[in-house]
């Protein structure tokens, strides 16, 4: 996922994608824990685009609070 695409997103939709991530890391995270066979890869890739999501989110928080404050 790229930062590009996720800015042209809404805050809604970034919020949805953020949930879908989380889910993704919890099923990961089951897998290992049962012993199934999962990349190892994975994990860091989740945790990457949940920071990638949630910067973003940040940046549009802060995008709309500086009119506020002009």
Same mark, same amino acid.
């Given at each position: 996922?790229? *930062? +590009?695409?996720?800015?042209? +997103?809404?805050?809604?939709?970034?919020?949805?994608?953020?949930?879908?991530?989380?889910?993704?890391? /919890?099923?990961?995270?089951?897998?290992?824990?049962?012993?199934?066979?999962?990349?190892?890869?994975? /994990?860091?890739?989740?945790?990457?685009?949940? *920071?990638?999501?949630?910067?973003?989110?940040?940046?549009?928080?802060?995008?709309?609070?500086?009119?506020?404050? +002009?």
């Amino acid at each position: 996922m790229d *930062a +590009k695409q996720l800015r042209s +997103k809404s805050l809604a939709e970034l919020s949805d994608e953020l949930l879908k991530l989380r889910r993704e890391q /919890f099923a990961l995270r089951m897998q290992r824990a049962t012993g199934q066979a999962v990349k190892p890869d994975q /994990f860091g890739k989740v945790r990457r685009n949940i *920071a990638r999501v949630k910067t973003v989110m940040r940046e549009l928080q802060l995008r709309g609070t500086e009119g506020e404050n +002009k």
